[in-house]
């Protein structure tokens, strides 16, 4: 058997995935959290053989929450599986340690195939991102959000779901004048002026919320 371990913030979707799991005959569920700092206490106590793993956690963000289990459990295969575009954090993640990177919209066939790949050992895109990954690696330097570091994008992500600049350093265990700091380097490298703009941008790049 397959032991997964899932990491999502919407309780119906987790129970929704732990039901479509259980029906594989060949995967199971061996715990679940909404929580990314219990996902990093879990990992370094119990085995499983694959995480999967949402970025919008409470308490700790996902991509920390990769980087924090990965430290403690490095050959853990980890699938993203995320709300956000797949060329959108995808390249960051997979740099990051992550094995594979699934949208949320997919089948719930994409994502028992990618948990049973990740299991053998491989790694999990699609086809469609394995195109724009080329894309992106041949654009270099004409993509600005592949200049920002780690925690640059995720406080521009936070921004996109229209968290306060008070609001994300809660979120990501900074200090209020940290992510002004962050804020005013993201302006300037995205030629932002104002907070909306900002704002503005992260929803086209496709880090805000999903639209309906």
């Known amino acids: ?27 199971v569920v061996v715990g679940d959290t909404d929580d990314g700092e ?3 206490r879990r990992a370094a106590s119990e085995r499983w053989d694959v995480l999967v793993l949402d970025l919008g956690l409470t308490n700790l963000d996902g991509a920390a929450v990769l980087r924090a289990v990965l430290a403690v459990q490095p050959r ?29 919209a997919r089948p ?21 991102l394995a195109d724009r990954l080329l894309e992106q690696q041949g654009a270099g330097d004409d993509d600005p959000l592949a200049a920002l570091t780690d925690r640059q994008l995720e ?6 779901h229209g968290r306060a600049p008070s609001e994300i350093a809660a979120a990501l265990g900074l200090r209020a004048s940290t ?16 907070l909306g703009e900002l704002v503005q941008y992260a929803l086209r790049a496709g880090l805000g919320p999903p639209s309906n």
Not at 109 to 127: E, F, N, S
């Open 1 to 27: 058997m397959i032991r997964v371990f899932l990491a999502e913030d919407h309780a119906i979707l987790r129970e929704g995935l732990r039901r479509i799991l259980a029906d594989t005959g060949d995967i």
């Open 38 to 40: 219990d996902v990093v």
């Open 76 to 104: 853990l295969p980890v699938l993203i599986l995320s709300m956000h575009p797949e060329d959108g954090y995808a390249l960051r993640l997979l740099a990051a340690g992550a094995a594979g990177y699934v949208h949320k």
């Open 108 to 128: 719930p066939a994409v994502v028992i195939d990618a948990i049973r790949r990740l299991a053998r050992g491989g790694r999990y895109i699609t086809p469609e």
């Open 155 to 160: 406080v521009l992500r936070l921004v996109g």
């Open 179 to 194: 992510v002004s700091t962050h804020l005013h380097h993201l302006k300037q490298r995205l030629g932002a002026r104002t």
